[in-house]
């Protein structure tokens, strides 16, 4: 789901450039088990965890309207372990917490899965789900999807009420079927890898696709599995089976009445479950030993595309910017961090310099100067945990 405040200002402003060189990825340490049953835990120094302290305990004080608003859950994993952990009175470590548009960054993990097991032969392939024979809309490749270069006339970022493209589709006409609400009403605008921009209804789009390519997918046997009522079960199945299960995850994702599993906006899981995921892409993609993603997945993810009008988004995650101050948000170094984020501040921030991976679910009020608290949030936690 948008964060509309957030992406007027990011696109609007000056693009930044990119490091050439990615921090390497850092790998499990032998000794600290993989959290597929449970997490290992690593107690602080008290010097450490009074500073850790000081800096959320006015963070869970203050409810919605005030600055970071409700935080409900933020969970700190230091080196594969969690190194502290806290939530809002009433949640607790099993409560799943819906995700907004993190559900961008786990469906793009689907598609690395469909490519590593063979369902997917390319990305760079056409991606032709939802769209009849000789639409062009069915000869945008799979990477431009991923990277929002889709080029549909698709308004959500900046557009307020009913006239936001996004609010149609997920709470108005749209909710009852997105795929077919796309077709009749987001039309090609832009030659696809030339125009970014932000968009729930690309991941819908993304989901359905992925869809469409496993068998028996419709509820009435010999439809088109592109255009067919379909059965979310089918789906289920396979996101558990590829993803949700290897990880451990307690997952659910959403579903339109079409049966389009809504891959943009809408999967529910606890805080400590969004800390597994961003975990999968610190470690590259390698999950106990196998490799869940292909080689080179996840640095597709934290790269931007500079063929494109754009610096500010990667492949389904959001990288740092080299020059932050070309940007109204705020990335203070390290400037390795990538981060899936969604709607009211939910947010697993992932940097390989530090080794950290840091997640905060919650309600807050979407704009700038909160994105920016809880961007220093995170930086202030991993300076904290840094010290010898």
Not at 160 to 173: E, I, S, V, W, Y
Not at 247 to 263: F, K, N, R, S
Not at 270 to 275: E, F, K, L, T, W
Not at 350 to 372: K, Q, Y
Request: hydrophobic share 45%; charged share 20%; glycine share 10%.
């Amino acid at each position: 789901m948008i964060r509309s405040t957030l992406i007027s200002c990011l696109l609007f402003l000056a693009a930044p450039a990119f490091a050439s060189d990615l921090v390497p990825l850092p790998s499990q340490s032998a000794d600290v088990a993989w959290p597929t049953e449970q997490w290992t835990s690593a107690s602080l120094p008290v010097e450490q965890q009074a500073d850790i302290d000081a800096l959320l305990d006015p963070v869970f004080a203050t409810e919605i309207g005030e600055g970071l608003g409700e935080t409900r859950g933020i969970v700190v994993i230091k080196g594969g372990a969690i190194v502290h952990e806290r939530y809002r009175d009433g949640i607790t470590p099993e409560t799943r917490h819906v995700s907004w548009s993190i559900a961008k960054s786990v469906t793009q993990a689907l598609v690395g899965r469909a490519v590593m097991t063979g369902l997917i032969e390319s990305i760079d392939g056409p991606m032709p789900a939802a769209f009849e024979n000789g639409d062009p809309r069915g000869d945008i490749s799979w990477r431009h999807w991923l990277q929002m270069l889709d080029g549909l006339d698709y308004a959500e970022y900046g557009v307020a009420g009913l006239d936001n493209d996004a609010t149609q589709m997920l709470f108005g006409p749209g909710k009852f079927n997105v795929v077919a609400h796309a077709r009749k009403h987001f039309p090609a605008a832009h030659t696809p890898g030339d125009h970014w921009n932000y968009s729930t209804v690309a991941f819908h789009l993304i989901a359905r696709a992925l869809q469409a390519e496993l068998p028996n997918t419709c509820l009435i046997a010999g439809q088109n599995p592109r255009t067919c009522k379909a059965d979310p079960q089918v789906m289920s199945d396979w996101v558990d089976q590829v993803l949700f299960n290897p990880l451990g995850l307690d997952a659910v994702e959403e579903y339109d009445i079409a049966g389009t599993m809504l891959g943009g906006s809408s999967i529910y899981m606890s805080a400590r479950d969004y800390a597994k995921f961003g975990l999968l892409f610190l470690r590259d993609g390698i999950w106990d030993t196998e490799r869940l993603l292909p080689v080179g997945w996840v640095d597709f993810a934290r790269t931007n595309p500079e063929s494109s009008d754009h610096n500010g988004y990667g492949g389904g995650f959001w990288p740092s910017p080299e020059q932050p101050d070309n940007l109204e948000l705020i990335y203070s170094a390290p400037l390795d961090a990538f981060h899936a984020g969604g709607l009211a501040g939910q947010i697993i921030w992932i940097v390989p310099s530090r080794d950290l991976v840091f997640v905060r679910v919650g309600l807050m009020t979407d704009t700038a100067e909160n994105w920016n608290a809880l961007f220093q949030l995170g930086q202030d936690v991993g300076a904290v945990l840094d010290q010898p």
